[in-house]
């Protein structure tokens, strides 16, 4: 018996999660009581017996739901599937096929690594596709469960290899797979699996990561919590006063306009701030490395992230940046995948920050691809047709307004602006077709481009609407797999010969079948039913 | 190039006069209410369900032609080609080659007519389905038939 069938053979028994799963429901559970606590507290001040049944609910109800979940809780691998069974009311059995697992995330939050213990997620292909959390197990177990997983799966694809191969390949299979399984006992004994390091990040570059990454949903955060407490901005500036900030805050009071303008420049200099710090626990000490078919990176202060994406599920690689970044030369990439967990839409990154030939370099070792320097641009009457719609939309818009409240005329001064947007619009977007890749870019704000291989297009669309019919014009679409509903990439505007030429080439690429390699989607469809889950 | 099955038409004549007598019925019902009670605001009861009443006519007369007269498809060695639509127009191309599975389904309407709809699933995004409608049941089943011998040598 190997080691990995005896990694198998330790979940066939089912198996609880670690206890300290208890202390974790507990404390995840704690933002809740406070709401039932301040609900309790209405208008008229505190009620004593509001307390008291919002205590009640939550010692007599929440702690042994809590118990009753752990007791219930049980999970283990079967011949086939990984067996799931929870529900406290509503009891489930879920059954996940293992030859269809994509990805054995371990996560770490603080709580997790002082305990010693990880949280796994198991992902499915599909959108919809059954997805396993275990929270908490410990980390040994975790380890072992992933390995195990994978040297099943590895199991399945020998087997395959077997079967449909000639006897050379088998050998090759046989001697690759001890090679892995070498591998896979260094891990389970803690030393570092033997994979190339693509990149890495400094705490330096964290940081200087943060500085570029400025968001205005922290303010809308800071300003709503400020609102909900019900603390008053001049009360800060009271509290403020009484240190060396006073003469400033004197200041400030003599005029509103300036009271404003410096509140809003404290709370941006917060939001920025804090962006920094919630961009350093994301990606602290990020690395990315290569395992023979596998990216894996992790990343992570106060949770530790961990994820492998099989190679051949990446379907389009996405480099992107923003006008202040470019200005600099920083870079990040992304990885657009099939299936993996839908609340990412399918979109990992991959590089997060970094310089333009790094990126290239990761780019470069991972497709063998060049990214062009320059690109084909679209027609100039896409100008034109971008300044008329965004204008109608802009006077549609204010002259609502303008019904109840009349300054809202004043928006149309802003009609300029929209035909700068425009002719940055023009000016950020192009393409290039190759015979093995279609580069698009497009994005002012959010500059991007993408790289989709020819091998994974899956199909083609050719719009024109009723406004480009007037001007000549059409739109091209390549769809792949994993695309987001928006912002798909789209050569938008293109003179309608020139999109039905490049539109034909397109198709025809397809047709000569040195890229008949769609696979890394799903497997040949026919011959096995699509899914054959229990 | 082929066009639809021209008993498209009437299906889709039917099922643009349902839903304008929906929209008909919540006009009218909007405006009963406003007669009877006169103090609500614009507009005027009456004008809507005069608006809903020729407006669902219009379309019910005019755009199922249309629709029809946009339609066309092409089963061609290596792809399926389409085209359509009225406002906007689009031309899709699926190669066979990304094919993941295929349906030929019926709704009640279309059992009446003999129709079918041809359904192609890539794994794209946008192209995860693909539908061409109003087909001949024949035509819909050879359609079929075609592809997924293609797939099937494909896949070899």
Excluded at chain 1, 204 to 213: D, E, I, K, Y
Excluded at chain 2, 10 to 22: D, E, F, G
Excluded at chain 2, 71 to 96: A, D, N, S
Excluded at chain 2, 107 to 115: K, W
């Amino acid at each position: 018996m190997n080691v990995a069938e005896r990694s198998i053979e330790s979940f066939r028994e089912s198996q609880r999660l670690h206890p300290m799963t208890l202390l974790q429901r507990l404390i995840v559970s704690l933002p809740g009581l406070l709401i039932l606590v301040l609900t309790a507290r209405n208008d008229e001040g505190p009620q004593q017996w509001l307390y008291l049944l919002a205590l009640g609910l939550y010692g007599f109800i929440a702690i042994p739901m809590m118990v009753l979940y752990y007791l219930r809780f049980r999970f283990r691998i079967s011949s086939t599937d990984l067996l799931i069974d929870s529900g406290v009311v509503t009891r489930r059995r879920r059954s996940i096929p293992i030859e269809r697992i994509q990805n054995v995330e371990i996560q770490r939050p603080l709580l997790a690594r002082l305990s010693g213990t990880a949280k796994v997620r198991v992902e499915t292909a599909g959108s919809a596709g059954a997805e396993g959390v275990l929270e908490l197990i410990s980390l040994e177990t975790a380890y072992r469960l992933r390995d195990a997983i994978r040297a099943f799966q590895r199991e399945l694809k020998a087997e395959d290899s077997r079967a449909s191969n000639t006897a050379g390949d088998v050998v090759i299979g046989e001697e690759a797979e001890a090679q892995r399984l070498a591998i896979t006992e260094a891990s389970v004994s803690g030393v570092a699996p033997a994979s190339e390091r693509l990149y890495e990040m400094g705490l330096g570059r964290v940081l200087l990561s943060g500085v570029f990454r400025f968001s205005l949903i922290y303010i809308a955060v800071m300003f709503s919590g400020m609102e909900y407490l019900n603390v008053d901005p001049v009360d800060i500036f009271d509290w403020v006063e009484r240190g060396p900030l006073r003469p400033f805050a004197e200041f400030a009071a003599t005029s509103p306009t300036i009271a404003i303008l410096a509140s809003l420049a404290a709370a941006s200099a917060v939001a920025w701030v804090t962006g920094i710090l919630v961009n350093l626990n994301r990606f602290y000490r990020f690395r990315l490395q290569i395992d023979q078919d596998k990216l894996l990176y992790q990343h992570g202060l106060l949770t530790l992230q961990e994820a492998a994406i099989p190679l051949k599920r990446v379907q389009t690689f996405v480099l992107r940046t923003n006008p202040l970044m470019r200005r600099y030369g920083w870079w990040a990439l992304d990885v657009q995948t099939l299936g993996l967990e839908s609340s990412r839409r399918g979109r990992s990154i991959i590089v997060p920050f970094a310089r333009l030939e790094e990126v290239l370099a990761v780019l470069g070792r991972l497709e063998a691809v060049a990214v062009p320097e320059s690109y084909l641009s679209v027609s100039r009457l896409t100008i034109r047709r971008r300044f008329l719609r965004y204008s109608i939309v802009l006077a549609a818009a204010s002259g609502l307004v303008w019904l109840i409240w009349s300054p809202a005329a004043w928006a149309l001064t802003g009609v300029p602006v929209l035909l700068a947007v425009a002719f940055a619009q023009y000016r950020n977007h192009g393409y290039v077709p190759e015979s093995e890749h279609l580069f698009v870019r497009s994005g002012v704000l959010r500059h991007q481009v993408w790289v989709i291989p020819t091998r994974k297009h899956q199909a083609f669309f050719e719009t024109e609407s009723f406004f480009q019919r007037r001007l000549g014009l059409a739109s091209l679409h390549v769809d792949t797999a994993g695309a987001p509903s928006w912002r798909f990439p789209q050569v938008v505007d293109l003179p309608v010969e020139v999109c039905r030429t490049q539109f034909d080439a397109l198709v025809a690429r397809i047709r000569d079948g040195r890229n008949r390699d769609s696979s890394g989607t799903l497997s040949t469809a026919f011959p096995e039913p699509p899914l054959a889950t229990t | 190039m082929n066009s639809l099955h021209p008993s498209i038409r009437a299906v889709w004549t039917i099922r643009y006069a349902l839903w304008s007598a929906l929209v008909f019925a919540g006009a009218l019902v909007r405006d009963v209410v406003a007669f009877i009670d006169s103090s609500s605001d614009l507009p005027p009861a009456g004008v809507l369900t005069v608006l809903a009443l020729l407006g669902g006519i219009a379309v019910t007369v005019v755009a199922p032609r249309l629709r029809y007269r946009r339609w066309k498809y092409e089963l061609r060695p290596e792809e399926l080609y389409l085209e359509q639509g009225v406002f906007t127009r689009v031309r899709t191309v699926v190669p066979l080659r990304r094919v993941q599975h295929l349906d030929v389904s019926q709704g009640i309407l279309e059992r009446e007519y003999e129709l079918a709809r041809f359904i192609v699933h890539t794994a794209g995004t946008r192209a995860s389905t693909v539908l061409l409608p109003g087909l001949h049941i024949d035509e819909a089943n050879r359609l079929h038939d075609t592809v997924k011998a293609y797939v099937l040598e494909e896949a070899r």
